[in-house]
């Protein structure tokens, strides 16, 4: 009997080919085990087909009715399926969702008052995109299937132990041995004694069945090690080994998320969004599979002191956790280390249950004598070995210091060690304390430093840690020392402490720097950083996670309120003003830190002149903030880069660059991110980026149909190719470098001379735009991926077409080669890659696993690795070698556009729409650094009916109102999750909608600023919305492609508008609310009737994306601006293009008449506002603000004011009877009136970066000021 989700599908016989396409949609689910679809044709030959049918109706927990007029004459279907599905739905054992297909009559039928799908209960064949109908209903079953996994344990529960029992060894893996992850576990090369403990859990673990296992004792003691012994020892026995340290404290989804990607071989990511559902899925695997978890380091997250073994705040899901292994059978077991025991533990254990512990002490006398051995020679008498092992109570831990203790200062002498009058020890603590003491300071110096990384460091990296010059001269040989009076792990070049260690350095600089903080003695909080910037990603969030964090809140704790800790930080800020100005510090970022994660508003506050080192200002307001002369090396801040569509890495420099929204390319060094270069030229997105072979050329395409090459080192254009008519999306070198591939928009391909830029040859064939090129190592053939569906392959010295590839059921987005020639890869927005081979054009295999648009495809360098970048915002990870993923790399909070390895193979870069560039270690799947960027364009205006406000919708997330009179902004509505694309003001003037790329609609009262509703059912970015003029009626497009009509007053979808075939920008109502106008990226205007939802024209003519379109008053012209750089006006009767208005250098994103009709307004990328009379299409007018594209433009109702909202974050009102600009209105930026003047630490590019979030560099004297100003 299965333990997924089981779906019983209920259908007549002549729907047969709609049942197969829904499965198609949710074969996704099935391959993942979170679904098993069941319906008669999985009958086995010769068995009883009507107890088949009854076994599964009786036990699925999703029952799907495929209603058609065939289904409702069926007496079977209707009749008997039907009724004991709707009986099972009132007991509530079974969720019953019916599908409407086919039209018929329905209304009156049980199952009438439950949801249906398409939630519109349009009939599936009354779409024009069928596919689109298929997706949306396998999103809702999706979501359904998420409720039910969450009764999961509950059904697990009910089933009888003897079942479970029968079923213990039943799951094995396919080649017998266990798929082992051992994560960071420590090498253990010897192991002494414990051979009782090893039997025991042995016993307790493969025979016993326990569920839930704890290893308790002391620090030292030996339970890590105990646990890989064991775990080594027994893995034969399992389907699944894998061991996780606590160490770091991960919450305990990092922790659930992590074991279901494994037991689930990387096969589940995506359908886990509540830890209810994350420890139901566990539970699930536990059951099906036998498996062996090990978490090490429990007390981890456990309080001590009075509070000992509750969990610490934030961390109490662990004991559902524990629970819930302990409660539900399965065939598994869990085994912990902790130095408390949990409750979950304690409440329940018995000798003989399936809930154990079993308390670890001290070694036998004869062990601590082979741990001394280990270490060196030693001489002493039985009684001497027997008297120092009690004196440490057989710690191992405490027993190797004692060892390097004797080695280096009794020189091996056990006996005069115990003679000269040993220390006595209440506790491991008291033991650390005694041999921390006894260090010289440069020894603590370095201990804290391998505290604060948290990894294994390198000897060139504590001299760059270590603040005094005569301390980094002595690095090497204090290591030396240390050796020989500490245990060190090492690692290659690198060392670290034992987790003890560690554990116990942390703690003990937390305390001392507290305690510096309150009495005012700055010592350890100058020489040491509570994070560091320079660290990757996943080290910096652990050291603000258990060090920034920890001091934060106790010092909170201990002054009582914010105001009082901001007192004290304050005066110690005036403290290093008065004895650190100009010196090498740490404590100036420490302090700034630790304001910022307090969450203290930095205004006024005085760090000039400052050392102010690993700050980390990344997504920080630092407003008002005097940084004067100060030296800010290795702190961050944030950029200036807006989304990025392309990545690349250099093939001998470690240099990455960026390709972004406002058509700059971004250079970077690799390592540690530091910013080198900003290249501009581009006037609209980079779509696309190629290092040349040598790495000293950089070819970059873009939106505007423009090739540039670049040089590398200067940043100088060497060459601008202009040939292709459609935007350029794709650029490649060849192996030699000397040709480069272009595929553009215009659907075709072009191959150019690099050193002359000339046009060799134009690759005719493919029937819709080309989005990517590649060329074959061997440098014969080029690869092309295209909108058509297909791939071609293209001999390079003919341009003839070799081979084309068909397969995808939907654009293609990106191809690569295998270094080795022989596979391709391409990437499609049918989900899946798919690898051919090249030599015959046969689809070798197809990889599903990603739930969005597959954007991006690079192969690592040796060809044994495949990363994938998808709209579903995840990277994934392919081994070649089995066609499987192994690894899904999370954290991007939008679609992923463009990956790209390092040369060596070693890092994956991944620039996505989120405005992040991110850098992964490709063999863990952990983010090594992650660079920011901020850009707030105000992508949306519009008028309240009244004239008095106007409302704006920007990147950061806000809708904004604004007061036209004093340009005051009055509120500022917060609720969307993501870029705020549209606003729209209801007739009445009482509710505003907002469209947001988090794919919701949302309805606001304008006078409390509340939200009243939240309008769900796009499946991707909304792009534009729009009141009908009797304000009943709310329109929205999306990049689902399709439009929908709401109800305002319900928030109930009225109907679903589908044609268009690709995004849908932008939505307008005519003036008798009878007919709504969408433009699209398809190039193409609809017009539809409201009423019925018909299309009622399509008006082509534009060559390029339609980015906006508006209605005259009396609604008889259309107006729609065009990425073709073109204005057009249309007879709505007729469809007829009446003018077409040119003169915009760029494209134009937005257009609105003037309320009297005769003139039109149109924004544009090339930075102006143009107005037009609208009966000639003459150009009145041109208003130009140089520095910032124009994205919206609207009309005050008396057409007395215009206002532009532009990319930079600035928003300009004009007067229409003169068209001056009195007011420029800008959001706030993040470094408004920040003092840079002189500062030290950042390149001119971090710099300028600075000044155009707002900083200010001073030519005079900058006069220090501010709060602790001398």
């Not at 809702?140 to 009888?160: C, D, F, M, N, W």
């Not at 809708?959 to 902004?969: D, I, M, N, Q, T």
């Not at 007879?1131 to 609105?1152: F, I, Y």
């Not at 007018?1181 to 005050?1196: C, E, M, P």
Request: aromatic content about 8%; proline content about 3%.
């Amino acid at each position: 009997m299965n333990e997924n989700l089981e779906i019983f599908c209920c259908y007549a016989r002549e729907d047969q080919p709609h049942l197969l396409k829904l499965r198609t949609h949710l074969k996704l689910l099935e391959r993942e085990g979170i679904l098993n679809i069941w319906h008669d044709m999985d009958i086995a030959p010769g068995a009883e087909w009507e107890e088949e049918i009854n076994k599964h109706l009786n036990n699925a927990h999703i029952i799907l009715l495929l209603i058609s007029s065939d289904f409702m004459a069926s007496d079977y279907c209707y009749g008997k399926e039907m009724k004991r599905a709707m009986e099972r739905h009132e007991r509530k054992e079974a969720c019953v969702i019916p599908i409407l297909l086919r039209p018929g009559i329905w209304q009156d039928a049980p199952f009438a008052k439950l949801q249906i799908l398409p939630k519109n209960a349009r009939p599936v064949t009354d779409w024009r995109s069928r596919d689109q109908a298929w997706s949306a209903i396998a999103q809702e079953i999706h979501q359904a299937a998420k409720e039910q996994l969450k009764k999961l344990p509950t059904v697990l529960s009910q089933r009888s132990q003897y079942e479970i029992n029968n079923t213990r060894h039943s799951a094995q893996s396919q080649d017998g041995i266990a798929r082992c992850d051992w994560g960071e576990a420590p090498d253990v090369p010897v192991f002494f004694g414990r051979a009782k403990e090893l039997l025991s859990l042995g016993q307790w673990i493969t025979k016993d069945h326990c569920r839930l296992v704890a290893l308790v004792g002391i620090g030292g003691v030996g339970k890590t090690d105990l646990s890989l012994k064991l775990a080594q020892d027994i893995q034969g026995r399992f389907d699944y080994v894998i061991w996780r340290r606590l160490l770091d404290a991960p919450t305990v989804s990092e922790i659930l998320v992590d074991l279901i990607k494994f037991l689930s071989n990387q096969q589940e990511v995506h359908m886990l969004d509540t830890v209810s559902e994350q420890i139901s899925r566990l539970l699930y695997h536990l059951h099906q599979h036998r498996c062996l978890v090990i978490l090490d380091n429990v007390e981890t997250i456990l309080q001590s002191g009075k509070h000992i073994g509750q969990y610490s705040p934030g961390y109490e899901e662990y004991g559902r956790l524990f629970d819930g292994i302990a409660k539900y059978p399965h065939q598994s077991c869990l085994l912990l280390t902790s130095r408390v025991k949990v409750t979950e533990i304690a409440r329940v254990e018995s000798k003989t249950g399936i809930v154990r512990s079993l308390e670890i002490r001290g070694l036998h006398y004869l062990n601590a004598k082979k741990i001394f051995a280990e270490i060196g020679s030693f001489s002493g008498s039985k009684e001497d070995w027997y008297q120092l092992n009690s004196l440490y109570n057989g710690n191992p831990l405490a027993l190797k210091l004692a060892a390097h203790h004797i080695k280096e200062v009794f020189f091996g002498s056990t006996s005069e060690f115990l003679r000269e009058g040993k220390p006595v020890f209440s506790d491991l603590e008291n033991l650390l304390d005694w041999h921390f003491d006894r260090l010289s300071d440069m020894h603590k110096e370095i201990m804290y430093w391998f505290a604060i990384n948290r990894e294994p460091t390198s000897l060139s990296q504590l001299k760059e840690d270590v603040l005094l010059l005569t301390n980094k001269e002595q690095c090497a040989s204090t290591l030396q020392s240390l050796q020989r009076l500490i245990p060190l792990e090492k690692s290659a070049r690198s060392f670290t402490l034992q987790p003890v260690l560690i554990e116990y350095m942390t703690q003990r600089f937390i305390e001392h720097v507290m305690a510096e903080i309150r009495n005012g003695k700055i010592n350890l909080f100058n020489s040491h950083t509570l994070l560091k910037t320079s660290a990757p990603t996943y080290v910096r969030n652990i050291q603000s996670r258990l060090i920034l964090k920890v001091v934060s809140e106790r010092l909170l704790e201990i002054y009582g309120n914010r105001e009082k800790l901001e007192g004290r930080l304050t005066h110690i800020l005036s403290l290093l003003r008065e004895d650190f100005r100009f010196t090498p510090s740490y404590a100036g970022g420490n302090l700034l830190n630790l304001l910022c994660y307090s969450k203290i508003d930095l205004r006024g506050y005085d760090f000039s002149s400052l050392s102010v080192w690993q700050a980390y200002l990344q997504g920080i307001n630092a407003q008002e903030v005097n940084f004067a002369y100060a030296d800010l090396s290795n702190s961050v801040f944030t950029d200036t880069f807006g989304s990025i569509a392309s990545v690349a890495l250099s093939p001998h420099e470690s240099l990455l660059a960026a390709g972004t929204a406002a058509g700059e390319i971004r250079l970077w060094q690799s390592v540690r991110g530091l910013p080198l270069q900003v290249i501009q030229g581009h006037t609209d997105w980079v779509c696309t980026l190629a290092f040349s072979p040598d790495g000293k050329t950089l070819a970059s395409g873009s939106d505007d149909k423009v090739i540039r090459l670049w040089e590398v080192s200067s940043g100088r254009c060497l060459h601008t190719l202009q040939d292709h008519s459609g935007s350029v999306w794709s650029v490649a070198f060849s192996p030699d470098g000397k040709t480069l591939a272009s595929g553009s928009y215009d659907q075709t391909i072009r191959l150019w001379e690099v050193s002359s830029g000339r046009c060799l040859n134009i690759l005719q064939g493919h029937t819709n735009p080309i989005r990517s090129v590649a060329f074959n190592p061997d440098g014969k053939t080029l690869a092309s991926g295209s909108y058509d569906q297909t791939v071609r392959l293209w001999e390079i010295s003919s341009g003839r077409c070799l081979n084309t590839l068909q397969g995808h059921t939907n654009p293609i987005r990106s191809v690569a080669f295998n270094p080795d020639g022989k596979t391709l890869a391409s990437g499609s927005e049918d989900q899946t890659v798919r690898l051919w081979e090249v030599s015959s054009g046969q689809c070798l295999n197809t990889l599903q696993g990603h739930i969005n648009v597959v954007l991006s495809v690079a192969f690592s360098p040796d060809g044994k690795i495949l990363a994938s970048g998808s709209k579903d915002r995840t990277v994934r990870l392919w081994d070649m070698s089995s066609a499987r993923y192994f690894n899904t790399l999370q954290g991007h909070a939008s679609s992923v556009w463009s990956v790209a390895f390092s040369p060596d193979g070693k890092t994956l870069a991944s620039g996505s729409y989120d405005q992040m560039v991110r850098l992964w270690e490709v063999s863990s799947g952990r983010c090594l650094n992650t660079l920011q960027g901020y850009t707030n364009p105000v992508r949306s205006v519009a008028f309240s009916p009244d004239g008095k406000a106007f409302a704006s919708g920007s990147d950061d997330q806000m809708v904004r109102l604004w007061e036209v009179s004093s340009g005051r902004c009055l509120n500022t509505l917060q609720g969307h999750t993501n870029t705020v694309s549209s606003v729209n003001f209801a007739p009445d003037g009482r509710v505003i909608a907002s469209g947001s790329y988090d794919q919701t609609v949302r309805l606001w009262e304008v006078s409390s600023g509340q939200c009243l509703n939240i309008l769900q059912g796009h499946v991707d970015l909304v792009r534009s919305v729009a009141f009908s003029p009797d304000g009943k009626i709310l329109a929205s497009g999306s990049e689902d492609r399709i439009v929908r009509l709401w109800e305002v007053s319900s928030g109930r979808c009225l109907n679903t508008l589908q044609g268009h075939n690709h995004w849908v920008l932008s939505v307008a109502f005519s003036p008798d609310g009878k007919t709504l106008a969408s433009g699209s990226y398809d190039r193409t205007v609809r017009l539809w009737e409201v009423s019925s939802g018909k299309c009622l024209s399509i008006l082509q003519g534009h060559t390029s994306t339609v980015w906006s379109v508006s209605f005259s008053l009396d609604g008889k012209i259309l107006a729609s601006g065009s990425n073709d750089q073109t204005v057009r006006l249309w007879e709505v009767s007729s469809g007829q293009c009446l003018n077409t208005l040119q003169g915009h250098a760029n494209p134009v994103r937005s257009v609105a008449f003037s309320p009297d009709g005769k003139t039109l307004a149109s924004g544009s990328y090339d930075q102006t506002v143009r107005l037009w009379e609208v009966n000639n299409g003459r150009c009145l007018n041109t208003l130009q603000d140089y520095g910032h594209w124009v994205l919206a433009v609207a009309f005050s109702p008396d057409g007395k004011t215009l206002i532009s909202g532009r990319f930079g974050g600035v928003i300009n009102v004009w007067e229409t009877q003169t068209y001056l600009c009195p007011d420029v209105l800008r959001i706030d930026r993040p470094y408004d009136l920040m003092n840079i003047t002189q500062v030290k630490g950042l390149t001119k590019v971090q710099k300028d970066t600075l000044g155009f979030l707002g900083a200010i560099e001073y030519k005079n004297d900058y006069g220090e000021g501010g709060k602790n100003a001398n």
